[in-house]
């Protein structure tokens, strides 16, 4: 509501949207985060786009460590949450103060995908998680669930590969040599993931043509400008 000078009012107005991209590896989140920065960049918004875990220093480190480095789930999980928190104290919530929109790849949803449903971790050590990293600051405006069957996103990272000789299979990380069966469960946990969202949530068929994908992604993100 504004007060009646009007400030709150230019606040909201001036702050800008923090926009999220799950989904499994393979599901073309990459592609559609470069379309999003592009479209707000037409209408006249500055976007930056960052990444989970990481986008501060901080969090980079420990992204290197959770995705290379031989760790139990409930030491996966907390890196990743210690790495968010940083993330949004030294990059998320500025940017959006500055009047910045912020499009990361990956965010909590992530942790409900692969440390819960992935590695069976209990929901409620994740929920007081995402409540104390949160403090202080707000969570995302919009999150874009991009839907994949695991086998289908398997046959995409494979062919990816083969395309990118120069990254040999030996520097794969820990997530990417699951089997099916795991990124199955990641996939449920994401649908799961997307109900707790409510209107917040936007559920995208990644099998569907590109055209269409972008149509709705427009039409969601206009509706937040």
């Avoid at 590896?25 to 976007?47: N, V």
């Avoid at 290379?68 to 999980?77: G, R, Y």
């Amino acid at each position: 509501m504004m007060h009646p000078d009007g400030s709150a009012g230019a606040d909201r107005a001036r702050r800008g949207r923090f926009l999220v991209l799950e989904g499994i590896d393979g599901a073309g989140k990459s592609t559609h985060l470069a379309f999003i920065q592009a479209l707000l960049a037409q209408k006249g918004y500055s976007a930056i786009l960052t990444r989970e875990p990481g986008g501060s220093p901080f969090a980079e480190e420990i992204r290197t460590l959770v995705l290379h480095q031989d760790i139990d789930a409930l030491s996966e999980l907390l890196s990743v949450f210690a790495a968010r928190r940083d993330h949004l104290l030294k990059t998320v919530w500025p940017a959006l103060e500055r009047g910045h929109w912020v499009i990361s790849d990956r965010y909590v949803d992530s942790s409900w995908a692969y440390q819960g449903a992935g590695r069976g971790l209990a929901a409620e050590t994740i929920s007081a998680l995402e409540r104390w990293v949160e403090e202080g600051g707000s969570g995302p405006d919009c999150v874009f669930f991009f839907d994949l069957p695991a086998q289908i996103a398997q046959a995409r990272r494979s062919e990816r590969a083969l395309k990118n000789v120069d990254t040999p299979a030996k520097n794969e990380d820990r997530f990417e040599r699951e089997g099916e069966a795991f990124f199955e469960r990641v996939r449920e946990g994401y649908r799961q993931a997307f109900n707790r969202r409510g209107e917040k949530g936007v559920w995208i068929d990644s099998q569907s043509p590109i055209e269409l994908i972008q149509k709705e992604l427009e039409e969601s993100i206009v509706s937040l400008c």
